[in-house]
């Protein structure tokens, strides 16, 4: 059984940083193209941040570029979202899911979702 288990959400202030992690098990996570979603109560969920099963190609929302960066650790079963400079707009419930390919990095082609963790970011 697929099993996603997201941590290392928080609260900080702006221009700080966290670093999520998703504990994966139950399926050949070398195999897996991986991603992190978001969402903010009364808004639909986003595509952050998509990473191949390789880990040599990725894909981010414009809004994160250049501030988050997706780590895929094979030798962990580990998928980590390093998230720097954070804005009151990150504020959000972030997602671990399977993908079916990281440049298609939305809701329709994800297979399978994590619990999700907070993350409040306060300006």
């Known amino acids: 059984m697929v099993r996603l288990s997201e941590s290392g959400g928080g609260s900080v202030q702006a221009g700080g940083s966290l670093k999520l992690s998703c504990k994966a098990s139950?399926?050949?996570?070398?195999?897996?193209?991986m991603g992190w979603f978001r969402q903010v109560p009364g808004k639909e969920r986003e595509g952050v941040s998509c990473?191949?099963?390789?880990?040599?190609?990725?894909w981010y929302t414009d809004s994160v570029k250049g501030r988050f960066t997706i780590i895929k650790d094979d030798a962990t079963d580990t998928l980590y979202l390093q998230m720097n400079s954070l804005q009151s707009e990150d504020t959000a419930m972030y997602y671990c899911?399977?993908?079916?390919?990281?440049?298609?990095?939305?809701?329709?082609?994800?297979?399978?979702w994590g619990q999700g963790t907070q993350v409040t970011v306060s300006s």
């Open positions: 990473i191949s099963w390789s880990g040599s190609r990725s």
């Open positions: 139950g399926f050949p996570f070398d195999d897996y193209t």
């Open positions: 899911a399977t993908v079916q390919t990281y440049d298609y990095c939305s809701d329709p082609f994800v297979t399978n």
